[in-house]
């Protein structure tokens, strides 16, 4: 069976569809040892990939994770400041996995992780609009005009925001986002004088963060995984 070659690639684990792209227009991929161009084509049980030389294997089994990450870590696979990442705190038998999307250090909760890059990709596109909820510690409760600007959308630094949902319940705010800007909640809420004194993500689509400790991961279920897929 014919598949893309950037869907392969990403199935496998290399990266999202977007990154397998640009690294076959760099030409950095091969099919049977032959220059790979953008829309080629491949029948995984036939032909051969490389990446940069090296062999892509299918993976005989896609694995999928969920974090409830503490403070003081960072979402990236290595760190070149030598600061812990999140892979600390995942079990060191899994295969090659990757977190996808961000929490900034500071922040807590909910993370998910996979090397089904084809999800991935699907997951961080933003016309599948994924709402990811938020609870935020904040100094005072902010007014209903505030509350009504984060709904409708704020002008930031890197341009307008789209419209989320926001409440204050239980004596902090919940914010729920389709976008995923770089710390995007917190420069929300800052500009409009509310800075965030902590910050923890309990849901990503159609995952939850209960019953799961600070620190603690586990695999997600068959109907997890289909709830992510839509």
Request: glycine letters at 8%; hydrophobic letters at 35%.
């Amino acid at each position: 069976m014919q598949e893309r070659l950037q869907k392969y690639l990403a199935r496998c684990g290399v990266g999202s569809r977007r990154a397998c792209e640009t690294l076959i227009e760099q030409q950095r991929v091969r099919v049977n040892g032959q220059v790979a161009t953008l829309g080629s084509s491949l029948d995984a049980t036939l032909d051969t990939v490389t990446l940069d030389e090296r062999p892509v294997l299918a993976p005989s089994r896609l694995h999928y994770w969920i974090l409830n990450k503490p403070v003081g870590y960072v979402t990236t696979v290595s760190d070149p400041q030598g600061r812990d990442t999140v892979m600390k705190l995942m079990p060191a038998h899994l295969p090659r996995i990757f977190p996808v999307g961000r929490l900034d250090r500071d922040s807590m909760g909910l993370l998910l992780f996979t090397n089904d890059g084809e999800l991935t990709h699907q997951l961080l596109h933003p016309s599948r609009h994924v709402w990811k909820t938020y609870h935020c510690g904040l100094h005072g409760q902010p007014s209903e005009s505030a509350l009504e600007q984060l709904r409708q959308g704020l002008q930031l630094d890197d341009g307008p925001t789209a419209p989320c949902r926001a409440r204050w319940q239980r004596g902090c705010l919940e914010v729920e986002l389709s976008e995923g800007r770089k710390r995007q909640v917190r420069r929300m809420l800052a500009s409009l004088g509310y800075p965030v004194q902590w910050l923890r993500r309990v849901a990503f689509g159609p995952l939850k963060l209960e019953g799961l400790a600070e620190g603690q991961c586990r695999a997600l279920t068959a109907a997890e995984v289909e709830a992510l897929r839509g």
